[in-house]
Structures are given as C-alpha cells and as structure tokens.
C-alpha cells in the first residue's frame, strides 16, 4: 500500500520528491495525457526556497530563476511609496526566486521521473470516486474525456493536490460550487525588454481596482529580461466572469485604454503591454477557508486545501511547504489518517489565515492607502503615509505567511 496523489502540478510533484527521500511508497495520478509547462511568472519566498534546496534542487533553481532582489511600490503617479530588500539581499539565509511557474514544475517532474522512475506517475487518470475499505482506500480512475474507467487503484492514504477546482475536494464539500471572484480580472503576460530598476524588481504601481505588477524571471545573453507582468482591473459586482482557465486568451483592447499613458522613467508600462504577443485573461478568485480538511484517509494540500488570490506572492510556497510538513507527518505516525490530521492541525490554521489577509490585500494594501490619501500623486511619501507604518504592515504580513527573516533563519529546515 503506498500514498495516492491526485494531481502533478507543484504541490503533487514537490510532495512527490519529498515523499521519495523518505522512502515512503507513492503513485501520482495526473488528468492532462501530458505534462506540459503551464503558466507566466510566479516567485518563490525563502521559506519554500530552503525546501527545495534539502531536497538538491539549488543548482537548477539558480539555472531557471532569477534571485529577487527587490520589492518596490509606486503611486499610479510614478512615485515611490516604499521598497525593501527581498531574499538574502534582505539577510535571509535562503534567496526569493521569480521564476516561470512552467519551468518550475518541468523541474520538478524531470527531478521526480528522473529518481523514482517514470513510472511514478500516471497520465490520463482522472479520479472518478473512492471508498474506504477497512484495510485502505479504492479509487477508480477514468479516461477524462470518454469517463471510460482505466483501472482501480488500492491505497493506504489518498492526498488532493489537484488545484482550485480539485476534484478531491469537490466530493469532500459537494454543495460548495465556483470559486469565489473578487470583482478583480487579470490579465498576463512575458515580454523582452531592458532591466528596470535593480534588474532585479518586483514593481507593484497603482492600487487595488488598477494595478500593474511586474518582474523579471528570465536573463538574456544580451542583457536583457524576460519580464513577467499582470494587470489588474475592477469590474462591476455584476459582471459575469467566465470559469478561471489558464490558458483563456485576452485582447490588448480590453486593457489598453486604463494603461496606455503608464510610461515613467524607470519602466515603459505601456510598451511592455503593447509588445506582448500572447496575453492571458482570467478573474482573481480564492476558496473559502475550510474548517477541515481530512476524511479518514483523504486530505486537501494546496490550492485544493487553500486557493489564495495572488498577493504577497505565496500560493506555490505554500503548497511547497504542505508537501514537506505532511511528509514528515506521514514518516512519524505513518500512511494513516492520524498522520493525516497531524498534518492538518500544522498547516490549516495558520494558510487560512494568509487566505484571509490577502482578501484585505495583503501587503499591497499600502498602495490603496496612499491612492486614497494622495490620489493626485504626492512630493513625499512621509507626508502622506510614514515608513514606519509602511515597514510595520510589510513585516506583519511575512510573519503571517511565514517567512519573517529572524524566525526563519532560526528554524530547523523541514526536509533536511
């Protein structure tokens, strides 16, 4: 008997890796019939960072990413509002990367094949249904589009790692339907331009209704980027927003009129919206905090168990630090449920709360602050919003999601 894992994005794969160098038997189940790189730019903080060091993957991080070096906040203006050192620029002793996220789980599921042999996971199995059997779990496994049954499956623990519109989850919480929209749309996309700032920025412009947002995560031999940007805009309460997909195409008409005079001396906005040849479109959506995540032998990791919108960046760290919390549950109390909720009663409390925070904007919430005050720009920032209260709310939210340097450096590395 061994672990079931439903679902290869990066929390099913990272849990993989930390599964097989604690020797634990795993079988990961993937829907797609392959696995091909999905997504634009996403970061990765410390906390999350010195897991996949334990688990050796440094050097091919420093290969596929870019080690972040600032995070900066501009008015709709132009103005600077506030910025900080980020990784071991800020004294961690573990960098933040800004990586494509496609690289990222290419990555990990050539590390994974690579040491625990391609067969480890399955493509083209959708979970249909399971029960619990005295002795274990029996999942029965479907073609995705044909619902032709493939196999059964028997299995001590099953783990939902399959995304915000987990199946897992959905059998779990049945009546709990769509996810939740912020009123936000997004729309992203990757353009090669010259460094800005540092060369190596995150840029967070604007406020919460109208905001730009971009980073590097990728170095040219010539010196320059691959800068990975989103913007995002509030529509009406009424709109109706089309089921979250990836891969949705956006037209640069529908952005352009709000951004095409956001050109400042450190960065052209508009051009890099306007020289993007594939832009992506969906809404910002979460899942409401859940008061329980495990059933027996079943539990919810990632963005099944916590689907955060995307502020403070830390949706694939989490589901990073998930994997290697329940691992070392299930290499203490073994693949059973007591494991299982072990695991839970680590991680529930304190993601939900991140889920939480982020609804009042996380750490952007300065920029809404600073819109509200000075909408028309300001001279300087300290007569409109002082450092201290801007350090005071950025340092809160590191230690609500996890990563506030001191305590981090301090502790024992999950995984090593």
């Known amino acids: 008997m061994s672990v079931a894992i439903i679902g290869a994005g990066i929390g099913g794969l990272s849990l993989g890796l930390c599964l097989h160098k604690l020797n634990i038997p795993f079988q990961i189940y993937e829907a797609v019939k392959e696995i091909k790189p999905l997504g634009v730019g ?7 960072v010195r897991e996949l060091y334990a688990l050796g993957l440094k050097d091919d991080l420093n290969k596929i990413g870019i080690r972040s070096q600032e995070v900066a906040y501009y008015s709709r203006q132009g103005g600077l509002i506030w910025s900080e050192p980020r990784g071991t620029f800020a004294g961690y002793n573990w960098p933040q990367y800004s990586i494509n996220r496609g690289d990222l789980q290419i990555l990990l599921y050539n590390e994974l094949t690579k040491r625990a042999g391609s067969k480890v996971i399955k493509v083209n199995a959708t979970l249909k249904h399971w029960e619990n059997k005295s002795n274990g779990l029996e999942m029965v496994l479907v073609d995705r589009k044909s619902e032709t049954v493939l196999f059964n499956h028997k299995a001590s623990i099953m783990i939902g ?3 915000i519109n987990s199946t897992v989850r959905s059998e779990l919480y049945p009546i709990e339907g769509f996810a ?3 009123g936000i749309m997004m729309w992203r996309g990757t353009t090669k331009g010259p460094k800005f ?15 730009f947002v971009a980073y590097p995560i990728h170095e040219f031999a010539d010196g320059e980027v691959l800068i990975n940007w989103i913007c995002d805009l509030k529509f009406p309460n009424d709109y109706h927003w089309t089921k979250q997909d990836w891969n949705l195409k956006g037209e640069l008409v529908d952005l352009w009129p709000s951004f095409k005079d956001w050109t400042f001396s450190w960065l052209d906005v508009a051009s890099v919206i306007k020289n993007t040849s594939d832009i992506y479109k969906y809404p910002m959506v979460d899942r409401n905090p859940l008061n329980r995540w495990t059933f027996e032998r079943v539990t919810l990791l990632g963005d099944a168990a916590h689907a955060m919108y995307p502020i403070g960046s830390n949706g694939a760290s989490q589901a990073i630090l998930d994997s290697a919390h329940l691992a070392r549950c299930l290499e203490q109390y073994g693949l059973n449920g007591d494991a299982l909720c072990h695991y839970e009663n680590i991680r529930r409390p304190s993601v939900n709360k991140i889920v939480e925070t982020n609804r009042l904007d996380g750490p952007d919430k300065i920029l809404d602050i600073v819109a509200e005050k000075a909408p028309n720009g300001f001279k300087n920032i300290n007569d409109v919003m002082p450092h201290e209260k801007i350090k005071q709310i950025a340092e809160k939210y590191k230690v609500i999601a996890g990563f506030d340097a001191d305590t981090l450096n301090s502790s024992n590395i999950i995984m090593e």
């Open 42 to 48: 996403i970061n990765i903080q410390p906390h999350a």
């Open 161 to 163: 790692c399959d995304g």
């Open 180 to 182: 939740n929209w912020s």
């Open 197 to 211: 700032l540092s060369g190596k920025t995150m840029v967070m412009v604007g406020q919460r209704n109208q905001k």
